[in-house]
C-alpha cells in the first residue's frame, strides 16, 4: 500500500527494533489491537478475525472509545433505553458488547479512559457533537495517552482501526482514527510519559476496509434472496469500501469462526438486525455479513510476496518457533 505515507512511528521503528522485551512474561507471543468507536463496529469488521486470532491463542484486545449511547435503537421494546428518554443505552451496549466478546472468545476488552469517559457525538452536524465529553471534542494526545499505556504494556505487533474517513464520516470512527494513529506514534516515543511504560512501536497497522467488488456481489446476493428487511443498502451506504487494488489482506473465515461472528453481531441486539448471511443497522437497509475480511497495510511491511495478499495479519513478523498458536514466550524478537 503505498496512497499512505506511513506515520511518524516509522521513523522510530529502529530505535525500538527487536522491541524492549515485554514486561510481563506471560503476554502470548502474537498481539493483536483493535481499536473502534462504538460496540458493535468491532463484530461487523472483524468478528471472524478477532475470533480466529483468539482461537489461535493470540492476546486479542479491543479499545473501544464510547459506549455508543447516541445509537438508535432497533427492537420496539427497548426504545426507553434512547438517549432522549431513559438514556441508559450506554450500560446496555456495554452489556451486549460483553455478550459479544464472549461469542469471539476475546477477553481483554476495555474502554478508552474507562466506561464513560468519552460519549459517543452522535452523527456528523448534531448538536451532541458539540457536549464537552463528545468524543468528538476529545483533545487528541490525552484521548491517545489512554491508548498508549495500553500500547506499552500489551505491546502489540498488529494495529487494526479506521481509514481517515472514519470508513463513513461518523465523528467518532473519525476521532477513533486519530487517536489510533496519534497513539501509536506516541507510544514509540521514550520521552512520551515515560510513566506509561517503555516505549513501544508497533510493527504493523491496518485499516479495515471493503473491497468494492466484493460489496457490490454481496447486495446483488441479497437482491436475489428473500428478507426481511425494509430495503437493500447501496454499495455507497457500506462503511470502508475501497478499490479492490488497495486490499493488502483478507482473513477468510471457516464455518466456526462465521458462526461466532454472526452470534456476536446478534448479541448488539440494540443496534443490528441480523438475517441469515445479512444484516441491517437501524436504518433497515439489509447488506452481506462478510465472512471474509479485509484490510489495508499502511505501516509496516507485507509478509506476502511480491503482488499477492496477505491471509495473516501478523505475516512476516518472527514469532519464536512453537510460541505462534499458544504458546508463551519471555522475549518476542520482531
Ligand atoms: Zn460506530
Not at 449511547?69 to 443505552?89: K, S
Not at 468494492?212 to 447486495?219: C, I, P, W
Request: aromatic share 6%; charged share 20%.
Amino acid at each position: 500500500m503505498t496512497a499512505h505515507p506511513p506515520p511518524a512511528t516509522a521513523g522510530r521503528s529502529a530505535q525500538c527494533a527487536g522491541g524492549s522485551p515485554p514486561r510481563h512474561s506471560d503476554l502470548p507471543a502474537r498481539r493483536l489491537l483493535l481499536v473502534h468507536a462504538h460496540p458493535d463496529d468491532e463484530s461487523i469488521n472483524h468478528g471472524v478475525t478477532m475470533a480466529r486470532y483468539a482461537a489461535e491463542g493470540a492476546l486479542v484486545t479491543l479499545v473501544t472509545c464510547t459506549l455508543g449511547e447516541e445509537g438508535e435503537v432497533i427492537p420496539a421494546g427497548l426504545a426507553h433505553l434512547a438517549p432522549d428518554r431513559d438514556d441508559t443505552l450506554g450500560p446496555h451496549r456495554a452489556d451486549e458488547l460483553a455478550a459479544a466478546m464472549r461469542a469471539l472468545g476475546v477477553t481483554d476488552h476495555r474502554f478508552l479512559g474507562g466506561a464513560g469517559r468519552y460519549r459517543d457525538s452522535g452523527m456528523m452536524g448534531a448538536p451532541q457533537n458539540d457536549r464537552p465529553n463528545a468524543f468528538w471534542q476529545a483533545d487528541l494526545d490525552e484521548a491517545a495517552a489512554h491508548l498508549v499505556a495500553v500500547v506499552r504494556e500489551i505491546q502489540p505487533q498488529v494495529l487494526v482501526t479506521y481509514d481517515p474517513n472514519g470508513g463513513y464520516g461518523h465523528p467518532d470512527h473519525i476521532q477513533a482514527h486519530r487517536v489510533a494513529m496519534r497513539a501509536a506514534e506516541l507510544a514509540a516515543q521514550a520521552e512520551f510519559r515515560p510513566d506509561l511504560g517503555p516505549a513501544y512501536a508497533i510493527g504493523k497497522i491496518y485499516w479495515n476496509c471493503n473491497p468494492r467488488s466484493e460489496v457490490e456481489r454481496g447486495l446483488a446476493r441479497l437482491r436475489t434472496a428473500g428478507h426481511a428487511f425494509l430495503g437493500i443498502a447501496s454499495a455507497d451506504d457500506v462503511p470502508g469500501v475501497v478499490p479492490d487494488a488497495d486490499v493488502t489482506a483478507t482473513i477468510a473465515g471457516n464455518e466456526t469462526y462465521a458462526a461466532a461472528k454472526t452470534e456476536a453481531m446478534r448479541a448488539h441486539a440494540t443496534q443490528i438486525a441480523v438475517d441469515g448471511p445479512f444484516f441491517a443497522l437501524s436504518n433497515d437497509l439489509g447488506q452481506p455479513l462478510f465472512r471474509t475480511e479485509h484490510y489495508q497495510l499502511v505501516h509496516g511491511f507485507s509478509g506476502a510476496a511480491e503482488g499477492e495478499l496477505e491471509d495473516d495479519l501478523f505475516a512476516g513478523i518472527a514469532v519464536p518457533a512453537g510460541a505462534a498458536r499458544s504458546g508463551r514466550i519471555e522475549e518476542v524478537a520482531e
